[in-house]
């Protein structure tokens, strides 16, 4: 695993967006395409109306390719089934401030399991509400669509959020690389890049189309 830092852009195609048939031939295209991480993203029917995949998923790709796994728990208690993911072979372990748990104790934890240690604040969240974790965090997942779905539209509102983190960041000689997750495609990535975004997550824009190694480096050079 190359050790990235916010000044290195990185693509993470997110697996929701991928055909869940052959999700091994899939994660394996990613990594051909020149994925950085693969943004592999949990749902419990109960923090976000949708269900995806769980700790299972997580080991079948880490034990069939050799990539780092950008986990995003949209999950209500991500400290209850932190160990599992933690042992399914997670890289990074990304929960919502939102969600029911103990934030900077779930923190600590991924960080003491050897994990990089993620904030997600949904659209809707002051990145306020963020502000007592970030000198305990490695990344900050800024939501640009309400969780839940993939292909829904991107939401410009986010950007001063980004930016206020970034802003933050410089001014307290933090480290955290700074996400975006949901519409992102090479035009709303610059956008993102422009507010202070490293880490690009794209779903339909990446797994979506026929050529991702294309779309994937489009998105780096945006
Ligand atoms: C929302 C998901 C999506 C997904 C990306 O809960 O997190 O944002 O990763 O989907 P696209 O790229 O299709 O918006
Ligand atoms: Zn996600």
């Not at 956008?191 to 998105?219: C, E, H, P, Q, W």
């Amino acid at each position: 695993m190359i050790a990235r830092t916010f000044h290195d852009r990185v693509i993470a195609p997110s697996l929701l967006a991928a055909d869940f048939s052959k999700v091994g031939e899939e994660t394996t295209r990613a990594i051909n395409a020149g994925a950085d991480w693969l943004h592999l993203d949990v749902m419990d029917g109960h923090f976000v109306d949708n269900i995806s995949f769980g700790p299972a998923m997580v080991q079948t790709i880490h034990e069939s390719n050799d990539i780092f796994l950008d986990v995003h728990l949209m999950i209500s208690r991500p400290d209850h089934y932190l160990p599992r993911f933690i042992a399914a072979g997670s890289d990074c372990i990304t929960v919502h401030v939102e969600a029911e748990h103990d934030v900077a104790e779930t923190l600590e934890r991924i960080r003491e399991a050897g994990c990089l240690a993620g904030l997600a604040l949904n659209p809707a969240t002051p990145f306020e509400q963020a502000v007592p974790f970030l000198g305990m965090i490695d990344l900050l997942l800024c939501m640009t669509v309400v969780p839940g779905f993939g292909g829904q539209p991107f939401m410009e509102s986010v950007m001063p959020k980004v930016s206020a983190a970034a802003a933050y960041r410089k001014e307290k000689g933090l480290t955290y690389h700074i996400e975006v997750d949901g519409g992102i495609s090479t035009a709303t990535a610059s956008l993102a890049y422009a507010a202070g975004a490293n880490v690009m997550v794209a779903g339909s824009t990446t797994f979506g189309v026929k050529d991702m190694k294309a779309a994937i480096t489009a998105i780096r050079e945006a």
